[in-house]
Structure formats: C-alpha cells, structure tokens
C-alpha cells in the first residue's frame, strides 16, 4: 500500500515538472559553435516567436547578451524577423593565409570556425545566416535565395553587450 502510494506521489511529481516546464520554456536552443581556440563561444536559439537570436561567451563568461537577427525587405514582400523554421545547420572552417599590400602586418592569417543557420518564414523563402567565429571575435552576413531582391528595409541585427 505504502509503495503504490510512494510510486503514484512519484508519477504526479514527475508529470507536475515536465509541465511546468514545458510552459516556461520560452526559447528553443539550436546550436552553439566555438571559435578555433574554444575561448569564444556562440549559442544560438530561437524565441517564443521563432525569431532567431545569439549569445556571445568569452571563457564561459557571458559577453554579449541576447541578441536579434533578421531581416525583412522593401514593402513587407517577405521577412524574416519572426515565425522562422530551421531548416539545417552546417560547420565548416576557414585557414588561409594572404599578404596586405600595405597595412599594421603583411601577412594575415585567416582562421574561424563557420556556422550557416538556414531558415525558411512562412511564405516557404530562406535565408541563410552564416557566422564566423574567429579566436578574437564574431562576423555574420545575411544569405537571402531570391531574384526578386528590391531593398531591404528592416535589419533588427543587435549586440546587447553585458553591463557586468
């Protein structure tokens, strides 16, 4: 008797979590990616919205608050601010060196690691927002796959720097 009870004091406390959980949950974590020497690291997420956001970490310690991207072009024809589905994720690296014809250094070296994030908004469009993540600091652009490109007219891109 006192087992049953125990087993079913158990299952309502296990189920009353889950629950809880799953309605707090406000963002959907994607991925993280790391620059070459592991000391930068960069999570991306989606928010209760499913727009897309990124946190920037120095050492374990948070550098960059979250943070928006998105984009939406001329006249609302599409956008890609909110309501976005991930479609894949691809990791790639970068190690070139070249030589600047002037400038503080002439030879250059080149090294990230690269994380492409594509989505896809409602009206089925991708984007594509690639990062690269470099040993001394961040860089992404914008993909978008359409011919019918205009303008853009919103960018929401922000970094939130930590006040800590």
Known sequence: ?????NMRFFTILLAVIIIISACTRKENTLTSAFSPD???EVLFSLDS???PNYEVFFKGKLLIQKSKLGIALKNNQQHFLKGLNIESLRYDSINENYTMLSGKRKNIVNKANIITLSFANSK???????????NDGIAWNYNLFNEDIDTIDIEVSTFCLDQK
């Open 49 to 51: 919205e499913n727009s």
């Open 38 to 40: 592991r000391k930068l």
């Open 1 to 5: 008797m006192i087992k049953e009870m």
């Open 124 to 134: 089925n469009k991708n984007l594509d927002i690639i990062f690269r993540i470099y």
